[in-house]
């Protein structure tokens, strides 16, 4: 499986214009992506889309992202804020040939700014996709292991979509690489490098293999508008490979949580 991450560089407040600029970057390589991947709140920017949410499973950002997943033949990933019913959600989005496999709403709403705006999500989604079952995952809910925690063998990816700043870049270095060796899965964090309403977004995507290993992606391409990281080669052999040679996982606490 080969994974495209978009990491944008600049942010424009109009939603239609970014997704211009986006649809200009994915000429590179699109074409050869299985999953294309773009952080939380691609299309608004973190704090200017509280005030601005799309209309859920409807809206401008998610019909751009049914065309672009038809056009490469490839899923996409992103999320935005919607409205649904009486509710505002940060909902991450999983497409693939026009249609919503899936989505998720963010567990871990940011405390002091974020839920302020949206309701908390209370359900815990894999995806099925390409051979891979894949844990979808929201930025602040890298912090928390027992949300992330494999059960069961029950994933072999975690994606993690992030408007993450700079200030506290640190952070995800280090646990990516923790949450990718605790569950022996594969562990994608992608993050925003664009100055959004005068915060800068820290970058630094990355993917960690099921040991931990920081993965080389086959190609990095640039432009003004966007980082793109190409990984190749994916293979959820790997995963279960490690996990029979070094058995850890069936030494886990048994465990569940209280939503």
């Known amino acids: 499986m080969n994974i495209l991450c978009v990491e944008p560089k600049v942010f424009v407040k109009e939603t239609s214009s970014l997704l211009d600029l986006y649809s200009e970057s994915l000429s590179v390589f699109g ?24 209309i859920a499973d409807d809206g401008i950002s998610l019909n751009w992202m049914r065309e672009i997943s038809k056009k490469y033949s ?44 949206f309701t908390c999500g209370g359900k815990r989604v894999i995806v099925e996709y390409g051979g891979f079952r894949i844990l979808l995952q929201l930025c602040y809910d890298l912090r928390f292991p027992v949300w992330s925690r494999v059960r069961n063998q029950d994933y072999d990816m975690a994606i993690n979509i992030a408007q993450w700043p700079e200030i506290r870049i640190g952070v995800p270095e280090i646990l990516v690489k923790a949450r990718a060796i605790e569950n022996q899965s ?53 995963v279960r490979s490690v996990r029979e040679k070094f058995g850890v996982l069936q030494d886990a606490d048994e465990f569940g949580l209280i939503m």
Request: a negative charge; hydrophobic letters at 40%; glycine letters at 10%.
């Open 31 to 54: 074409q050869r992506a299985d999953i294309i991947v773009f952080p939380e709140f691609f299309s608004k920017g973190f704090y200017n889309g509280f005030s601005d949410p799309e």
């Open 186 to 238: 594969y562990y994608l964090f992608c993050n925003s490098a664009a100055l959004i309403d005068g915060e800068q977004e820290g970058g630094h995507s990355m993917l960690a293999d099921p040991s931990g290993n920081a993965v080389s992606p086959l190609e990095i391409k640039e432009n003004g508008i966007a980082r793109m990281l190409l990984f190749d080669g994916i293979c959820s052999q790997a």
């Open 74 to 117: 490839a899923a996409v990933v992103g999320s935005v804020p919607v409205q649904d019913g009486n509710n505002a959600y940060n909902r991450m989005y999983f497409v693939s040939e026009g249609r919503i496999l899936s989505h998720y709403d963010k567990r871990h709403v940011f405390r002091g700014a974020e839920a302020g705006y």
